[in-house]
């Protein structure tokens, strides 16, 4: 009687298993199915050329240029700079960041390639005074541009001093 038992159990068990792995394979391939059914969005690369062309008193006084490849409908960040103490000799430790922080999304519309970004520039106007002095640019840009042609996006003029910063773009598609 025990071995009859013993049979009958070890027969549900490996119904269950052989149930169970069956169960798993169809889900596995109904998986597939569902993902090779749903259209692939095809990878399309641009290389973006921007240029932050810097004049004082109408004379050049600086340029930056940055480059960078990239996806359709991605962001990109790019962090470049240093943390420079600003505190006095007599007080508590402080830092602040210098040099370039730019967040960039790009999508195609209608002809045009939208371009959402944040640029950030802090650099040191005096770097002998204690504290610091630190020029600060920020710009917010939310603007369409065609492709393969150099497009003015912003002049930017500073209230405080004589310089004029004017930001430049590129958009091509990559090869």
Excluded: W
Excluded at 20 to 34: E, G, I, M, N
Aim: proline fraction near 3%; include cysteine; charge should be positive.
């Amino acid at each position: 009687m025990r071995r009859t038992a013993l049979r009958g159990s070890m027969s549900i068990t490996l119904i269950v298993y052989l149930l169970v792995l069956t169960v798993r394979a169809q889900a596995s391939d109904d998986r597939q199915k569902k993902s090779e059914d749903r259209p692939r969005r095809q990878v399309v690369l641009y290389h973006l050329d921007f240029s932050l062309d810097e004049t004082l008193d109408g004379k050049p006084s600086g340029a930056r240029n940055f480059k960078m490849l990239m996806q359709e409908g991605e962001t990109n960040r790019v962090r470049i700079g240093s943390k420079i103490l600003i505190s006095t000799a007599d007080s508590e430790p402080k830092f602040t960041d210098v040099g370039l922080k730019f967040d960039c999304r790009l999508n195609e519309r209608d002809g045009y390639i939208s371009l959402d970004g944040k640029l950030e520039l802090n650099d040191l106007v005096s770097p002998i005074t204690t504290p610091p002095t630190i020029r600060n640019f920020q710009a917010e840009i939310e603007t369409a541009v065609l492709l393969d042609k150099a497009t003015t996006i912003g002049v930017y003029d500073d209230a405080v001093s004589k310089r004029r910063y004017e930001l430049r773009v590129t958009v091509a598609r990559a090869k």
